[in-house]
T-cell receptor, first 113, second 111 residues
Framework: DGGITQSPKYLFRKEGQNVTLSCEQN?????MYWYRQDPGQGLRLIYY???????QKGDIAEGYSVSREKKESFPLTVTSAQKNPTAFYLC????????????FGQGTRLTVV | DQQVKQNSPSLSVQEGRISILNCDYT??????FLWYKKYPAEGPTFLIS?????DKNEDGRFTVFLNKSAKHLSLHIVPSQPGDSAVYFC??????????FGTGTSLTVIP
């Protein structure tokens, strides 16, 4: 079954700790994305990657870091520099960057206490 | 600055009637538009898309209309069903790789 998998679904961390969210896809998609959803603000782009070993900042990249060492994987690290890390994080992938829909994972709810 | 806007945070419709969800955009370089449906604590699911060379695209009960001169698109759901109750996001893309999402409209279909 092809798809995009995010883990874990729920994550709790103490303030000041870095945390890494996993995103894996077996759709053979080149492009991958990380979004953040907050109430009333829609989906905001954190980072995206078009090919392995390359990624670009989105609108709200501060306090986050990513890597793209393999085509299938695009992990997101939420660092202690991120001021408001509690949010719902969504990973997506897309086959043809120009004209195709993005497929989303089920999301990770991060709560920082 | 929000490049894709959904000005109605919520919409209630009677079962069997038409649901019309609206979306406006500001960037004339956008040439591909999509609608997604989302349930709480889940990822969005793709519904329907339209290229800027078209003004209408239909898929079953879902039709998307694009008015390029007005920079406006709409999603029509006919007939509406209780299972359609969800948050609907419109999104736009230019020739680059980014999607720009609206803030969503919460649709409630009343049985």
């Amino acid at each position: 079954d092809g798809g995009i998998t995010q883990s874990p679904k729920y994550l709790f961390r103490k303030e000041g700790q870095n945390v890494t969210l996993s995103c894996e896809q077996n759709l053979n998609h080149d492009a991958m994305y990380w979004y953040r959803q907050d109430p009333g603000q829609g989906l905001r782009l954190i980072y995206y990657s078009q090919i392995v070993n390359d990624f670009q900042k989105g609108d709200i990249a501060e306090g986050y870091s990513v890597s793209r060492e393999k085509k299938e994987s695009f992990p997101l690290t939420v660092t202690s520099a991120q001021k408001n890390p509690t949010a719902f994080y969504l990973c997506a992938s897309r086959w043809d960057p120009g004209r195709a829909e993005a497929f989303f994972g089920q999301g990770t709810r991060l709560t920082v206490v | 600055d929000q490049q894709v806007k959904q000005n109605s945070p919520s919409l209630s419709v009677q079962e069997g009637r038409i649901s019309i969800l609206n979306c406006d955009y500001t960037n004339s370089m956008f040439d591909y538009f999509l609608w997604y449906k989302k349930y709480p604590a889940e990822g969005p699911t793709f519904l329907i898309s339209i290229s800027s060379i078209k003004d209408k695209n239909e898929d079953g009960r879902f039709t998307v209309f694009l008015n390029k001169s007005a920079k406006h698109l709409s999603l029509h759901i006919v007939p509406s069903q209780p299972g359609d109750s969800a948050v609907y996001f419109c999104a736009a893309s230019d020739t680059g790789n980014q999607f720009y999402f609206g803030t969503g409209t919460s649709l409630t279909v009343i049985p």
